[in-house]
Each structure stands twice: as structure tokens, then as C-alpha cells.
């Protein structure tokens, strides 16, 4: 009786699994033919590049059709995504392009979606800082799609390759344009601090009590910025820069790929661009560093669909459209692949930035929330010290209290 009950429940079990099987199997789509469930996502996308995006999408569709996608491509404000998903996450896209220094702001807030599929993908393909900027606290959150940094635009009739290399080079024989006096100095000015082993929230940029500007290689910064005022080949530009280059007031200048054309308007074939050259501080010439960013695009927390929204999100950041990304929008590629494309190492201004990008030239912009409370103050301390508001004997306690408002939580 009891060998009759065991064969009864293992037939039952077999079954079971048999209709399991079968349920799974019907659960998805026939192969070749689109789900029934229509898949609805939106997509934040830069400025001016809705058009683009929008072909970039279809085509997407196109290579996914074993699904029916209804995709809403909105050209947005990208530079304000953090502030745009945190106030409305449900109206906010699924997906979404943002800079990568907001990421701990959205992280924190619990509205950006974990990379939990295709974070080996992202890693193998991406230059080590694009990763390192998608990603915080240990944890991979975005897809990269594109590098920027600030870089050397000079006139060759007066400068040459040689006379650029080092800061005291090119203020030797020509001027240099710098923002030194307005809102936006810190953006410009304070990286030169870390090129003299000063850390801005530690090493990875996460630290909240790991900043060192009151240190004697941040006095020495401060000490040097406060001489640039008596530097007559040092002139403070800002939104003027183009029109003091076309003047003659100054013959190179420190700015983005977005200055590119209009410099190029200006100098035509004497125009040279170069990365950061070296200063020297005190102790001997150091490499000068910029701020790295990094595009990114990420997925909202409370997409209906994650699984196609991370989908869509790794396809928008793949080699494949980044290539086309930067033949069309010109935008400088994360991956290890695509900048080792035919068109992008002729490219000047992509392989520019390229360069900026490794760790001895640059830092990526730290994703810690508190970032917010740096810019304010570290623009009042560049600007007074430029202005010589700032006697010598109290640099060090201004840097004292920048240091302190830092690690205020």
C-alpha cells in the first residue's frame, strides 16, 4: 500500500512540473512573435538631441520586437535631473541622461534603479573613471555614455607645442585667459589643488571628513593663485573669453569642448589645443588636473518596467551608439572600444579630452551629496584671494574653515 502512495505522489509530482513547465513556456511570447503586454517607457534625453534619440530608439524597438515598446523620447534640462526625479519621481522618466556628480544625491534619495544586469558589461567596456562614476558607495547604478573636461585652447602663431606644456611656458611668451574673479572660478580653479595632492572628500570623492585643503600643498595653492594678480600674462576672463581671444587681450584660454567652434571661428588653422600643462607651486612643476564628468543615463527606482528600462538604458550606452553618438552630437566616448575608432583618434578635441581623462590629469567630479556645500565657499576663497582680500598671514585659517565646512554633516 504504502509502494502504491509513493508511485501516486511521484506521478502527481511529475505532473505538476509538467504543467509548471508549460506555464513558464506560455508566460513569454512564441519566438519571433511580440508579447501582447504593451511595454510603455520615457526616455530624458540632452538638448538638441531629440531627433537623434528618437531614431536611436526606433531602432531599438526594431531590434527588440519579441516585445511591444510604446517609447516617449522628451528632451530635458540633463543638468537638472536629480532635482526634476526627486520632485516628481512617478511623472519622471525611466529613463534618464544625467551628469554623474548628481548620482549620490539620487542614490540617497532612493530614486535611481541598482545596475543589477549589466553592471560586468558596463565595467568591461567603459574607461576606469566612467565606471567609477557611475557608481557609488561599492554599488554600479549608471550606464556611460560620454566624457567632458576642460582643456587648453591656444593661438599657434604665439605659442608653441613645447611653450604649452608647462604653465610657466605659455605666461612666458603669451597671455592666458582664466576665471579667476566670477561664479564659476571654483569650477576652474579648485582641481589645482588636487594636482598638489590635496583631497577633496578623500580619495574616491565619498569621503565626508577626508578633505585636506587646510594642508601645507593647499597653502602653497592658495599662496600661488593670490601671485597670479601680479602675473601681467595671466588675465581673469569669463563669458568674455571669446571676444578678449578675438581681441588679442589673450591668446589661450582654459575651457570645454563647447568652446570649440567659436575658438575655431577665431583662430581657424592657428588654433592648438593640449591638455592641461604642468605648474609649479613650490616644490617643482606638478601636472595641473581638471574636473572629469561623466553622461550618464540611469533608470528611475519606481520604473513599472526595470528590466526593459535597464535594457534600453545599457543599449543608449553601448559601443554601438556611442559611435554613432559621437559622428552625430560629437559627444567624446566612455568606451574603451570607440575611442580607439579610426574617426575618433583624428578627432582633436575628442582626443583631448580622452587624454584629460586619465587619473594624472584629471579627477572625477566627487557624487558625494555634500558636493553642494564646496562650490559656495571654495568660489568666495579663489576670488578674495585673486582680489587680495586675503592677507598671506590668514590663508591658512581661511583653509582651516573650509576644511570644517566640508566635513560638516
Same mark, same amino acid.
Given at each position: 500500500?504504502?509502494?502504491?502512495?509513493?508511485?501516486?505522489?511521484?506521478?502527481c509530482i511529475?505532473?505538476?512540473?509538467?504543467?509548471?513547465?508549460c506555464?513558464?513556456?506560455?508566460?513569454?511570447?512564441?519566438?519571433?512573435?511580440?508579447?501582447d503586454e504593451?511595454?510603455?517607457?520615457?526616455v530624458?534625453?540632452?538638448p538638441?538631441?531629440?531627433e537623434?534619440?528618437?531614431?536611436v530608439v526606433?531602432?531599438?524597438i526594431k531590434?527588440?520586437?519579441?516585445?511591444?515598446y510604446?517609447i516617449?523620447?522628451?528632451?530635458?534640462?540633463?543638468g537638472?535631473?536629480?532635482e526634476?526625479?526627486k520632485?516628481d519621481?512617478?511623472a519622471?522618466a525611466?529613463?534618464f541622461?544625467?551628469?554623474?556628480?548628481?548620482?549620490g544625491?539620487?542614490?540617497e534619495?532612493g530614486?535611481?534603479?541598482?545596475n543589477?544586469?549589466y553592471?560586468d558589461?558596463?565595467?568591461?567596456?567603459?574607461?576606469?573613471p566612467?565606471?567609477?562614476?557611475?557608481s557609488?558607495?561599492?554599488?554600479?547604478?549608471g550606464?556611460?555614455?560620454?566624457?567632458e573636461s576642460?582643456f587648453?585652447?591656444?593661438d599657434?602663431?604665439?605659442?608653441?607645442?613645447?611653450?604649452?606644456?608647462?604653465?610657466?611656458?605659455?605666461?612666458?611668451?603669451?597671455?592666458?585667459?582664466?576665471?579667476?574673479s566670477?561664479?564659476?572660478?571654483?569650477y576652474?580653479?579648485?582641481?589645482f589643488f588636487l594636482?598638489?595632492?590635496v583631497?577633496?572628500?578623500?580619495?574616491n570623492?565619498?569621503?565626508?571628513k577626508?578633505?585636506t585643503?587646510?594642508?601645507?600643498?593647499g597653502?602653497?595653492?592658495?599662496?600661488?593663485?593670490?601671485?597670479?594678480?601680479?602675473?601681467?600674462?595671466?588675465?581673469?576672463v569669463n563669458?568674455?573669453s571669446?571676444?578678449?581671444?578675438?581681441s588679442?587681450?589673450?591668446?589661450s584660454l582654459?575651457?570645454?569642448?563647447?568652446s570649440?567652434?567659436?575658438?575655431?571661428?577665431?583662430l581657424?588653422?592657428?588654433?592648438?589645443v593640449?591638455?592641461?600643462?604642468?605648474?609649479?607651486?613650490g616644490?617643482?612643476?606638478?601636472?595641473?588636473k581638471?574636473?572629469?564628468?561623466?553622461?550618464?543615463?540611469s533608470?528611475?527606482a519606481?520604473?513599472?518596467y526595470?528590466?526593459?528600462?535597464m535594457?534600453l =538604458?545599457n543599449? %543608449?550606452a553601448?559601443?554601438?551608439?556611442?559611435? #554613432?553618438?559621437? $559622428? +552625430?552630437?560629437?559627444? *567624446?566616448?566612455?568606451? !574603451?572600444?570607440?575611442?580607439?575608432?579610426?574617426?575618433?583618434?583624428a578627432n582633436?578635441?575628442a582626443?583631448?579630452?580622452?587624454?584629460m581623462?586619465k587619473?594624472?590629469?584629471?579627477?572625477v567630479?566627487?557624487?558625494?551629496?555634500e558636493?553642494?556645500?564646496?562650490?559656495?565657499p =571654495?568660489d568666495? %576663497?579663489?576670488i578674495?584671494?585673486?582680489?587680495? #582680500?586675503i592677507e $598671506? +598671514?590668514?590663508m591658512k *585659517?581661511?583653509?582651516? !574653515?573650509?576644511?570644517?565646512?566640508?566635513s560638516?554633516?
Amino acid at each position: 500500500m504504502k509502494i502504491k502512495l509513493m508511485l501516486l505522489f511521484t506521478v502527481c509530482i511529475s505532473v505538476l512540473m509538467v504543467v509548471a513547465g508549460c506555464s513558464n513556456e506560455s508566460s513569454g511570447a512564441p519566438s519571433g512573435k511580440p508579447s501582447d503586454e504593451k511595454v510603455t517607457l520615457k526616455v530624458w534625453v540632452d538638448p538638441d538631441s531629440g531627433e537623434y534619440y528618437k531614431k536611436v530608439v526606433d531602432n531599438f524597438i526594431k531590434e527588440n520586437s519579441d516585445k511591444k515598446y510604446e517609447i516617449e523620447v522628451v528632451e530635458s534640462d540633463t543638468g537638472k535631473a536629480q532635482e526634476f526625479v526627486k520632485k516628481d519621481p512617478d511623472a519622471a522618466a525611466d529613463v534618464f541622461s544625467m551628469p554623474h556628480d548628481q548620482l549620490g544625491q539620487l542614490v540617497e534619495a532612493g530614486t535611481v534603479y541598482k545596475n543589477t544586469k549589466y553592471s560586468d558589461e558596463i565595467k568591461e567596456s567603459n574607461i576606469e573613471p566612467a565606471v567609477e562614476a557611475a557608481s557609488y558607495q561599492g554599488d554600479l547604478y549608471g550606464y556611460p555614455y560620454g566624457i567632458e573636461s576642460l582643456f587648453l585652447y591656444y593661438d599657434k602663431s604665439k605659442l608653441t607645442e613645447d611653450d604649452v606644456k608647462s604653465f610657466e611656458g605659455i605666461t612666458k611668451k603669451a597671455k592666458l585667459g582664466l576665471n579667476l574673479s566670477e561664479p564659476g572660478a571654483n569650477y576652474v580653479v579648485a582641481p589645482f589643488f588636487l594636482a598638489n595632492n590635496v583631497k577633496l572628500y578623500g580619495d574616491n570623492g565619498e569621503d565626508l571628513k577626508g578633505s585636506t585643503f587646510n594642508s601645507k600643498e593647499g597653502l602653497q595653492v592658495l599662496e600661488w593663485i593670490a601671485s597670479l594678480k601680479n602675473n601681467k600674462n595671466v588675465v581673469h576672463v569669463n563669458a568674455d573669453s571669446i571676444s578678449a581671444l578675438e581681441s588679442g587681450k589673450i591668446n589661450s584660454l582654459i575651457s570645454g569642448p563647447w568652446s570649440y567652434k567659436q575658438v575655431k571661428e577665431v583662430l581657424g588653422d592657428n588654433m592648438g589645443v593640449a591638455v592641461y600643462p604642468t605648474a609649479d607651486f613650490g616644490n617643482g612643476p606638478v601636472q595641473l588636473k581638471a574636473f572629469l564628468g561623466v553622461k550618464l543615463y540611469s533608470v528611475k527606482a519606481t520604473t513599472k518596467y526595470p528590466l526593459e528600462a535597464m535594457k534600453l =538604458a545599457n543599449y %543608449l550606452a553601448s559601443n554601438e551608439i556611442q559611435e #554613432k553618438t559621437f $559622428k +552625430e552630437k560629437g559627444y *567624446t566616448p566612455s568606451s !574603451k572600444e570607440v575611442q580607439e575608432n579610426v574617426d575618433v583618434k583624428a578627432n582633436e578635441q575628442a582626443t583631448t579630452v580622452i587624454q584629460m581623462a586619465k587619473p594624472e590629469k584629471s579627477v572625477v567630479m566627487p557624487k558625494i551629496p555634500e558636493m553642494v556645500t564646496f562650490w559656495p565657499p =571654495a568660489d568666495a %576663497l579663489i576670488i578674495d584671494t585673486y582680489n587680495g #582680500k586675503i592677507e $598671506k +598671514e590668514n590663508m591658512k *585659517t581661511k583653509l582651516d !574653515k573650509l576644511a570644517e565646512d566640508l566635513s560638516a554633516k
